[in-house]
């Protein structure tokens, strides 16, 4: 239309004519019938959704996040030094974009609420014809977001999720996890523990009311109970608390001499700050030193919770002090593009978008399904936690598991953990069936359309 | 028995920071008659008191060691606080560490001034509004408050220690004739309860004993007719939202070592705090202060292991139950005056 | 026109072809052009904007009318929302079920609410609903994990049991449908550089919207909207005059809190996901917001101002960075790198600023909310005489 004096009416009119002449087309979230697909792309560019946290509590995991999914969009076109591209033991990706076409991005603020989250990643795929959606910093917005894309046709490229639900009960087959998880998380830590604090233990585990609280309670119960700890008490806190005071001092009461808190975030910050100030690592229980445990560490909080964290050990996705080729060069393109250094949040977004993007050179189309064969049993390495594999049944990446320490003596406020022990792969794979995991079914993938 | 005594211990220290920010928020309902949903805001502005005094303080320049290296293995750069350079580093290091306590004298004309300011710029217009534009204004203000102290400070918790004096725990159980480490409780809790109970009399006692309180407890009960005596009494209103704000940032101040501050800490706490000023009954200041040490101990009973077997959930409910309970009970709250935001 | 005053008919007209051409109007700028940022014309926000306009409708009926402010609305969306996403698992993906369960269950809930929290007025009204919205977000995240799925929420998966539908096809997924009729099923019509999107699942919502505002006119004006506004006024005067006023407001509670079940049922029926934040109190104050921004006891009011926040909500929030660079690239260097930074902090991350600095000054410069502002406007075009409707709009705000 070159009339530029359009009127609605005239509008309407022509557009029942464009009807008539069968340029309407029914559709299904704006696929391209053609290609058979939802937003298969059709020009010279391909447009990825990142969905993070940009207001709330996670906004600082959030923009870093999306610091590094600019970082992979640029590698990805070519630009920069190419960061992990470089180490990536695949070499589908050439750095012209994914399938010589040069990758778009769209963001958006899931405000860590599962329908903030939806709507913003409906509105990427309806409005700005996303291919995949990735991003987030917590599981209820990915479990909530990997439902709507495999009902939508795209892939979903899962950012920061440790509940073991992601990829168990609430797995979808067009949803992929990089990040670990808390059965990990607690086979990482038993033996770690085991060696430092001795197999007599009794532990007070303090939770999350909610289902990350449950499933990372339960890993890091059983893997302990295993190697001979006993749980003398486990105590839900609201997710809402912000002083523990009321759920801290009755601790050493209980007879306990090591306290496990499983909390994230603020809940982690103020939890952990609280058992500091009321003294209980000064204390001695059943003649040993009391000590306290925190199984998801996340630097960015960590560092909320200051001189606190020193010497509590925990476990992580990832650190930027590995001395891996891989987290070397991304470190170094990370940090010389911001100038501090990469979050496990910003690597494992990062990583994300560059498995999506070679996932789709090597099936050689962007259609969801062959995406998903492409990255199912995908074996990889040179992405920072060593040989790592995409397992097909459950759409979860299994690769070693950093245990991690407060540090005691930092050198910045970016140096807070120190690594302990890097917990080989086979110490923490499991049965795509594994109780923990289980009642979930992945279904069949669905490209849309 | 002692698991008893701990609780009413955690009680009195949730229920004292309940009822300091009650107190500034019934002041302002109270005296000004209107609805403010930017007093967590306010608290919230307390707490970056204390983190920005901390960051005054430890303004620096750097020096670049040549001896260690950073993340990328450049020369690192070492960040010297100029306090350092004045003081010496012995000095300069135990002033850095008093900086929570400090700040409660930087807060307060700070927090007086944000008061001031609101109030003249804002509020005043707002007196005769319904109580509907006075909350869509006002959590208007707090949201734009809010945003301005992440986009400096970020979302994170910023770690604010107390002073190292005051880190460990007082053993109550080996002075009660318990068995040691059976109720310990943190020294800057203790200092934090002794805290709010000053500031608490304070208020009490210059509403109570001073000429300027008197008029203001009778511009509460009638503001018209202390007009009509010839009374300035929008001066002495301006004056008591100041109070107000600087007992919301005092409040702030003191719990930024309790939990490190972030920028939407006033919002966790706003309804929390609705909940206690109506519990106490509306326009009575005793009642604010008495449904803040009410709830702080039932909520720390409603947390104890024991209790949650029996009824799993009702620490995340207890507080919401018990409002409920009690203004079925008593139509208008605790201590509530007839006809107070009835209407 | 279906008993409505002269006024009232063209009122409900507008507001009809303003939802039948939203797609139109919410697209107005072509695909691909900068300002293709702010078209809102896509299925998801048209969606959201007709549902939180029933939403709003409903809560101005309590609101606007009797003057009970409700601080736990939410939890009738969410109460709904729940009994829909279960009727959806166990029954059948068909929405009709779905809607009509949500609206019955979430009545019954406000019944109970209604019948405990008007017992009191004022403040501790607000406050006992407040107390049973904030029960119930924080039961439904925690303890009652295995009927609301808590955190991760309930969505419809392949292997429920949805005794009234056959078999799913292998590689299908259960998708929201009135009667085959997928919620999802969108043509799309192309002219020239502009595409507009028509979406079954928007035309369902905004039909329903269009009898939920219908419905508003008639109570707004029957003897019953009467004697609600009479107890907003006065409740004593009319106690005084024998009349017992609770059956009325509990009437307006319960008929808000059913509009409120129909808004979540109808989300469900969307957006087939329900969660738990969705009866937190900032989403019960949302709505509250909502009514006050459009204005408050008027009828098109909350629907405005439900559409004003939503908008900036999924428009603003979206706004990055290289989007602003796309927008001042014509302007020399420094000025261009001068605007990115004056206006950087205002979108994308900052959009909560916005809209709090949007909700202060509507408040302050438009005491009737954005219906006065509508009305300003068109006092402009029409000159003196319209001062007067202006005027006039004020003192009676429950127009």
Same mark, same amino acid.
Not at chain 1, 344 to 359: E, G, P, S, W
Not at chain 3, 200 to 214: E, P, Q, R, W
């Given at each position: 239309? %070159?009339?530029?004096?359009?009127?609605?009416?005239? +509008?309407?009119?022509?557009?029942? !004519?464009?009807?008539? =002449? *069968? &340029? /309407?087309?029914?559709?299904?979230?704006?696929?391209?019938?053609?290609?058979?697909?939802?937003?298969?792309?059709?020009?010279?560019?391909?447009?990825?959704?990142?969905?993070?946290?940009?207001?709330?509590?996670?906004?600082?995991?959030?923009?870093?996040?999306?610091?590094?999914?600019?970082?992979?969009?640029?590698?990805?076109?070519?630009?920069?030094?190419?960061?992990?591209?470089?180490?990536?033991?695949?070499?589908?990706?050439?750095?012209?974009?994914?399938?010589?076409?040069?990758?778009?991005?769209?963001?958006?603020?899931?405000?860590?609420?599962?329908?903030?989250?939806?709507?913003?990643?409906?509105?990427?795929?309806?409005?700005?014809?996303?291919?995949?959606?990735?991003?987030?910093?917590? %599981?209820?917005?990915?479990?909530?977001?990997?439902? +709507?894309?495999?009902?939508?046709? !795209?892939?979903?490229? =899962? *950012? &920061? /999720?440790?509940?073991?639900?992601?990829?168990?009960?609430?797995?979808?087959?067009?949803?992929?996890?990089?990040?670990?998880?808390?059965?990990?998380?607690?086979?990482?830590?038993?033996?770690?523990?085991?060696?430092?604090?001795?197999?007599?233990?009794?532990?007070?585990?303090?939770?999350?009311?909610?289902?990350?609280?449950?499933?990372?309670?339960?890993?890091?119960?059983?893997?302990?109970?295993?190697?001979?700890?006993?749980?003398?008490?486990?105590?839900?806190?609201?997710?809402?608390?912000?002083?523990?005071?009321?759920?801290?001092?009755?601790?050493?009461?209980?007879?306990?001499?090591?306290?496990?808190?499983?909390?994230?975030?603020?809940?982690?910050?103020?939890?952990?700050?609280?058992?500091?100030?009321?003294?209980?690592?000064?204390?001695?229980?059943?003649?040993?030193?009391?000590?306290?445990?925190?199984?998801?560490?996340?630097?960015?909080?960590?560092?909320?919770?200051?001189?606190?964290?020193?010497?509590?050990?925990?476990?992580?996705?990832?650190?930027?002090?590995?001395?891996?080729?891989?987290?070397?060069?991304?470190?170094?393109?990370?940090?010389?593009?911001?100038?501090?250094?990469?979050?496990?949040?910003?690597?494992?977004?990062?990583?994300?978008?560059?498995?999506?993007?070679?996932?789709?050179?090597?099936?050689?189309?962007?259609?969801?399904?062959?995406?998903?064969?492409?990255?199912?049993?995908?074996?990889?390495?040179?992405?920072?936690?060593?040989?790592?594999?995409?397992?097909?049944?459950?759409?979860?990446?299994?690769?070693?598991?950093?245990?991690?320490?407060?540090?005691?003596?930092?050198?910045?406020?970016?140096?807070?953990?120190?690594?302990?022990?890097?917990?080989?792969?086979?110490?923490?794979?499991?049965?795509?069936?594994?109780?923990?995991?289980?009642?979930?079914?992945?279904?069949?993938?669905?490209?849309?359309? | 028995?002692?698991?008893?005594?701990?609780?009413?211990?955690?009680?009195?220290?949730?229920?004292?920071?309940?009822?300091?920010?009650?107190?500034?928020?019934?002041?302002?309902?109270?005296?000004?008659?209107?609805?403010?949903?930017?007093?967590?805001?306010?608290?919230?502005?307390?707490?970056?008191?204390?983190?920005?005094?901390?960051?005054?303080?430890?303004?620096?320049?750097?020096?670049?060691?040549?001896?260690?290296?950073?993340?990328?293995?450049?020369?690192?750069?070492?960040?010297?606080?100029?306090?350092?350079?004045?003081?010496?580093?012995?000095?300069?290091?135990?002033?850095?560490?008093?900086?929570?306590?400090?700040?409660?004298?930087?807060?307060?004309?700070?927090?007086?001034?944000?008061?001031?300011?609101?109030?003249?710029?804002?509020?005043?217009?707002?007196?005769?509004?319904?109580?509907?534009?006075?909350?869509?204004?006002?959590?208007?203000?707090?949201?734009?408050?809010?945003?301005?102290?992440?986009?400096?400070?970020?979302?994170?918790?910023?770690?604010?220690?107390?002073?190292?004096?005051?880190?460990?725990?007082?053993?109550?159980?080996?002075?009660?004739?318990?068995?040691?480490?059976?109720?310990?409780?943190?020294?800057?809790?203790?200092?934090?309860?002794?805290?709010?109970?000053?500031?608490?009399?304070?208020?009490?006692?210059?509403?109570?004993?001073?000429?300027?309180?008197?008029?203001?407890?009778?511009?509460?009960?009638?503001?018209?007719?202390?007009?009509?005596?010839?009374?300035?009494?929008?001066?002495?209103?301006?004056?008591?939202?100041?109070?107000?704000?600087?007992?919301?940032?005092?409040?702030?101040?003191?719990?930024?070592?309790?939990?490190?501050?972030?920028?939407?800490?006033?919002?966790?706490?706003?309804?929390?705090?609705?909940?206690?000023?109506?519990?106490?009954?509306?326009?009575?200041?005793?009642?604010?202060?008495?449904?803040?040490?009410?709830?702080?101990?039932?909520?720390?009973?409603?947390?104890?292991?024991?209790?949650?077997?029996?009824?799993?959930?009702?620490?995340?409910?207890?507080?919401?139950?018990?409002?409920?309970?009690?203004?079925?009970?008593?139509?208008?709250?605790?201590?509530?005056?007839?006809?107070?935001?009835?209407? | 026109?279906?008993?409505?005053?002269?006024?009232?008919?063209?009122?409900?007209?507008?507001?009809?072809?303003?939802?039948?051409?939203?797609?139109?109007?919410?697209?107005?700028?072509?695909?691909?052009?900068?300002?293709?940022?702010?078209?809102?014309?896509?299925?998801?926000?048209?969606?959201?904007?007709?549902?939180?306009?029933?939403?709003?409708?409903?809560?101005?009926?309590?609101?606007?009318?009797?003057?009970?402010?409700?601080?736990?609305?939410?939890?009738?969306?969410?109460?709904?929302?729940?009994?829909?996403?279960?009727?959806?698992?166990?029954?059948?993906?068909?929405?009709?079920?779905?809607?009509?369960?949500?609206?019955?269950?979430?009545?019954?809930?406000?019944?109970?609410?209604?019948?405990?929290?008007?017992?009191?007025?004022?403040?501790?009204?607000?406050?006992?609903?407040?107390?049973?919205?904030?029960?119930?977000?924080?039961?439904?995240?925690?303890?009652?994990?295995?009927?609301?799925?808590?955190?991760?929420?309930?969505?419809?998966?392949?292997?429920?049991?949805?005794?009234?539908?056959?078999?799913?096809?292998?590689?299908?997924?259960?998708?929201?449908?009135?009667?085959?009729?997928?919620?999802?099923?969108?043509?799309?019509?192309?002219?020239?550089?502009?595409?507009?999107?028509?979406?079954?699942?928007?035309?369902?919502?905004?039909?329903?919207?269009?009898?939920?505002?219908?419905?508003?006119?008639?109570?707004?004006?029957?003897?019953?909207?009467?004697?609600?506004?009479?107890?907003?006024?006065?409740?004593?005067?009319?106690?005084?005059?024998?009349?017992?006023?609770?059956?009325?407001?509990?009437?307006?509670?319960?008929?808000?809190?059913?509009?409120?079940?129909?808004?979540?049922?109808?989300?469900?029926?969307?957006?087939?996901?329900?969660?738990?934040?969705?009866?937190?109190?900032?989403?019960?104050?949302?709505?509250?917001?909502?009514?006050?921004?459009?204005?408050?006891?008027?009828?098109?009011?909350?629907?405005?101002?439900?559409?004003?926040?939503?908008?900036?909500?999924?428009?603003?929030?979206?706004?990055?960075?290289?989007?602003?660079?796309?927008?001042?690239?014509?302007?020399?260097?420094?000025?261009?790198?001068?605007?990115?930074?004056?206006?950087?902090?205002?979108?994308?991350?900052?959009?909560?600023?916005?809209?709090?600095?949007?909700?202060?000054?509507?408040?302050?410069?438009?005491?009737?909310?954005?219906?006065?502002?509508?009305?300003?406007?068109?006092?402009?075009?029409?000159?003196?005489?319209?001062?007067?409707?202006?005027?006039?709009?004020?003192?009676?705000?429950?127009?």
């Amino acid at each position: 239309m %070159s009339n530029s004096k359009l009127t609605r009416r005239g +509008l309407i009119k022509t557009g029942a !004519v464009a009807g008539a =002449a *069968g &340029l /309407t087309l029914p559709t299904y979230l704006r696929a391209d019938g053609h290609a058979g697909f939802t937003n298969a792309p059709t020009g010279d560019t391909v447009t990825l959704g990142f969905n993070v946290p940009q207001s709330g509590p996670y906004a600082d995991e959030g923009a870093d996040e999306l610091r590094a999914y600019e970082l992979a969009v640029e590698h990805l076109n070519g630009g920069g030094d190419g960061g992990m591209m470089n180490t990536f033991s695949s070499k589908a990706l050439k750095g012209n974009g994914i399938l010589g076409k040069k990758v778009e991005y769209v963001t958006g603020d899931t405000q860590t609420k599962s329908d903030a989250a939806r709507a913003s990643a409906r509105s990427m795929i309806e409005k700005d014809g996303a291919v995949m959606i990735t991003g987030g910093s917590s %599981s209820g917005v990915a479990v909530a977001v990997q439902a +709507l894309c495999q009902e939508a046709g !795209v892939i979903f490229m =899962a *950012g &920061l /999720t440790h509940s073991n639900d992601t990829t168990g009960k609430d797995r979808k087959a067009n949803g992929f996890r990089h990040f670990f998880n808390s059965y990990m998380s607690g086979a990482a830590l038993a033996p770690v523990l085991a060696a430092n604090y001795g197999t007599d233990r009794k532990a007070y585990h303090l939770t999350a009311d909610y289902n990350w609280g449950y499933t990372t309670e339960e890993a890091v119960k059983s893997s302990t109970e295993a190697m001979g700890w006993e749980t003398v008490a486990a105590v839900k806190t609201p997710l809402t608390q912000t002083d523990f005071s009321s759920y801290i001092a009755p601790v050493l009461q209980s007879g306990a001499d090591t306290l496990v808190l499983n909390h994230y975030g603020g809940n982690m910050v103020n939890s952990l700050t609280n058992a500091v100030q009321f003294g209980l690592r000064d204390k001695q229980v059943n003649g040993k030193d009391f000590q306290i445990i925190v199984p998801l560490y996340s630097r960015l909080m960590a560092k909320g919770a200051g001189a606190n964290v020193k010497g509590i050990f925990g476990s992580t996705n990832w650190h930027w002090s590995l001395q891996d080729e891989g987290s070397q060069a991304f470190v170094k393109s990370f940090g010389t593009k911001y100038g501090f250094p990469p979050s496990q949040a910003a690597h494992t977004c990062y990583v994300q978008a560059l498995l999506y993007a070679d996932a789709v050179e090597r099936a050689g189309s962007f259609n969801p399904c062959a995406v998903v064969e492409a990255l199912e049993d995908f074996e990889f390495d040179g992405m920072g936690n060593g040989k790592t594999l995409y397992r097909g049944d459950d759409h979860q990446c299994f690769k070693d598991v950093l245990v991690v320490k407060g540090k005691e003596n930092p050198t910045s406020e970016f140096d807070l953990l120190e690594i302990v022990e890097v917990t080989p792969v086979a110490q923490v794979t499991y049965e795509p069936d594994h109780p923990q995991f289980a009642g979930g079914n992945l279904g069949t993938c669905n490209p849309g359309a | 028995m002692d698991a008893i005594i701990l609780q009413v211990l955690n009680g009195l220290d949730k229920g004292s920071a309940y009822a300091l920010i009650a107190l500034g928020l019934t002041l302002i309902f109270g005296t000004l008659g209107v609805v403010n949903f930017a007093h967590g805001a306010l608290f919230m502005i307390g707490a970056f008191c204390a983190v920005t005094l901390s960051r005054i303080l430890t303004l620096s320049h750097t020096i670049i060691d040549d001896t260690k290296t950073d993340f990328l293995g450049n020369p690192l750069k070492v960040e010297v606080p100029y306090i350092y350079d004045i003081f010496g580093q012995a000095t300069g290091d135990v002033i850095i560490d008093w900086a929570v306590p400090l700040s409660i004298l930087f807060s307060i004309p700070v927090m007086v001034a944000i008061g001031f300011a609101m109030e003249r710029g804002l509020i005043k217009h707002f007196y005769k509004r319904p109580h509907a534009d006075q909350i869509l204004v006002t959590f208007g203000l707090a949201i734009v408050l809010q945003e301005i102290i992440k986009y400096f400070y970020g979302a994170n918790p910023i770690p604010t220690p107390a002073p190292a004096a005051f880190t460990g725990s007082f053993d109550f159980g080996a002075m009660l004739g318990f068995d040691p480490n059976t109720i310990i409780y943190p020294y800057w809790r203790l200092v934090y309860f002794a805290f709010s109970a000053i500031i608490i009399g304070a208020v009490f006692a210059f509403l109570q004993f001073t000429t300027f309180g008197m008029v203001v407890r009778a511009g509460m009960a009638d503001r018209e007719t202390v007009g009509l005596l010839g009374i300035n009494i929008d001066k002495r209103f301006t004056i008591m939202f100041g109070i107000a704000a600087a007992v919301a940032g005092l409040a702030g101040v003191m719990y930024a070592p309790i939990n490190s501050p972030n920028y939407h800490m006033g919002m966790d706490f706003l309804v929390l705090s609705f909940v206690v000023v109506v519990v106490g009954g509306m326009g009575s200041l005793s009642g604010a202060v008495l449904a803040g040490f009410l709830l702080g101990i039932l909520e720390s009973f409603a947390s104890m292991g024991a209790v949650l077997e029996v009824l799993p959930g009702i620490n995340q409910i207890i507080i919401y139950l018990v409002a409920i309970i009690i203004l079925l009970t008593r139509p208008r709250g605790l201590m509530g005056r007839k006809g107070v935001m009835e209407e | 026109m279906f008993g409505l005053t002269k006024k009232d008919t063209t009122l409900l007209i507008i507001v009809a072809v303003l939802a039948i051409f939203a797609p139109f109007i919410l697209n107005p700028f072509p695909e691909g052009s900068a300002m293709a940022q702010f078209n809102a014309g896509y299925p998801d926000l048209m969606q959201r904007l007709v549902i939180f306009g029933i939403f709003a409708i409903g809560f101005n009926i309590l609101f606007g009318l009797t003057g009970y402010l409700s601080f736990g609305h939410a939890a009738f969306l969410g109460v709904g929302s729940y009994a829909a996403i279960w009727m959806m698992k166990l029954l059948t993906m068909n929405v009709i079920p779905a809607i009509m369960i949500s609206v019955i269950v979430a009545g019954l809930f406000s019944l109970l609410v209604g019948w405990i929290s008007l017992r009191r007025s004022g403040i501790y009204f607000s406050i006992l609903t407040l107390a049973f919205a904030q029960m119930s977000y924080s039961l439904a995240y925690s303890v009652l994990t295995p009927i609301t799925g808590g955190e991760t929420g309930l969505q419809p998966k392949v292997d429920d049991p949805r005794i009234l539908d056959g078999a799913l096809q292998s590689g299908q997924t259960p998708r929201a449908n009135l009667f085959g009729l997928e919620m999802g099923t969108s043509y799309e019509m192309v002219v020239g550089n502009w595409v507009f999107t028509f979406n079954a699942g928007y035309y369902i919502a905004a039909i329903v919207m269009l009898l939920a505002f219908y419905l508003s006119i008639r109570i707004f004006r029957s003897p019953f909207g009467m004697m609600l506004r009479a107890v907003k006024s006065n409740q004593q005067r009319l106690n005084y005059t024998g009349l017992n006023s609770k059956p009325y407001t509990l009437a307006a509670f319960v008929i808000s809190g059913m509009y409120a079940g129909l808004a979540g049922g109808l989300l469900v029926a969307m957006d087939t996901q329900v969660g738990a934040e969705r009866m937190f109190w900032t989403a019960s104050g949302e709505v509250v917001l909502m009514t006050i921004l459009g204005g408050a006891g008027t009828l098109i009011g909350p629907v405005l101002g439900a559409g004003f926040i939503k908008y900036m909500e999924n428009i603003v929030s979206k706004i990055n960075k290289s989007i602003l660079e796309q927008w001042f690239a014509f302007m020399p260097d420094g000025m261009e790198d001068f605007f990115i930074t004056i206006v950087y902090p205002f979108i994308g991350k900052g959009w909560h600023l916005t809209l709090g600095l949007m909700f202060m000054m509507v408040v302050i410069f438009l005491p009737g909310g954005l219906v006065q502002g509508g009305q300003k406007i068109a006092g402009l075009f029409r000159g003196k005489k319209a001062s007067d409707d202006a005027a006039d709009g004020k003192t009676t705000p429950a127009e």
